[in-house]
């Protein structure tokens, strides 16, 4: 009797943790099954800061002492510029195309090659490529009518790798920068994911057909709150996290607003 009750007790445990599997197998499986319109709204007043340098801002990452954005005007420039009024402080000429992402980390700036189908290490000083690596989940994106193969957008270094975001793939990838090797991919919120920024642990991510920024487990992808933005703000595209606030820019009005 001893023996059949702890096999029963196995069985049980064994039967709860294939549980656990299958319903994460399941959520990575597909982001939809979220209703993302009853997810915790997290409550930001927004500012149009500056208008951006470049003629159409997409890529934004926070630096100690200013905001790289990433022009997506071919070939594509980047301009370091203060947080307080937008002054230029920094501008390399890169070999980017149509890039929409960019981040900063093991001395170097990382940039999204959204046409070049490549992510670039750069030199921050000279804009210089260092190394190009195959970016991974290239295609067509599933919005509009395309009709040529595109990139990642948003990317984001984190304790030495960094999240980059595929929207032809609908998914976020963490990287081994020293190789490009694909550790791991999480579902990203919607089909147009774009700007990353990792906050107290969580990956927060923005749905540009959404006009959203999503917090996500970056474990699974799952989405746990998010910021939603109004019809009549400036469209969400790169944004990152910097002096305890989001920051975002549009390139189509070239706004680089803060949310506060």
């Known amino acids: 009797m001893e023996r059949s009750n702890e096999s029963s007790r196995r069985g049980f445990l064994t039967a709860l943790a294939g549980a656990g599997l299958v319903a ?5 499986a597909g982001a939809a ?24 801002p997409n890529g934004l990452q926070a630096v100690g002492d200013g905001l790289w954005i990433l022009d997506q005007e071919d070939q594509n ?16 000429q890169t070999e980017s195309l149509h890039g929409s992402g960019i981040t900063y980390g093991g001395g170097a700036l990382w940039i999204a090659s959204t046409y070049g189908l490549k ?28 009709t040529r193969p595109s990139g990642a ?3 984001e270094w984190v304790e030495g790798k960094y999240w980059i975001a595929a929207p032809p793939a ?43 920024i999503y917090k996500l487990d970056p474990e699974d992808g799952r989405p746990v709150a998010k910021i939603q933005l109004r019809p009549e703000d400036p469209e969400p595209h ?10 975002y820019c ?10 506060i």
């Open 250 to 259: 549009d390139a189509a009005s070239r706004w680089v607003c803060r949310l």
């Open 77 to 92: 420039k980047a301009h370091k510029v203060r947080y307080e009024d937008g002054t230029v402080l920094a501008e390399i």
């Open 170 to 212: 609908v998914k976020i990838y963490l990287i081994e920068p020293e190789t490009g090797k694909v550790l791991r991919s999480i579902p990203s919120p919607g089909v147009r994911p774009h700007g990353l920024a990792w906050v107290d642990g969580y990956l927060w991510c923005v749905e540009s057909n959404d006009r959203a």
């Open 238 to 247: 790169g944004m990152t996290y910097g002096r305890g606030m989001f920051w």
């Open 33 to 56: 099954e979220i209703d993302k319109d009853r997810l915790p709204l997290v409550s930001k007043r927004l500012e149009k800061a500056y208008l951006a340098p470049g003629k159409m």
């Open 153 to 155: 957008h948003g990317l």
């Open 24 to 28: 994460r197998a399941g959520w990575a």
């Open 119 to 146: 992510t670039l290490k750069v030199d921050p000083a000279t804009g210089r490529t260092l190394a190009s690596f195959d970016t991974p989940g290239v295609g067509l994106v599933r919005w509009g009518k395309p």
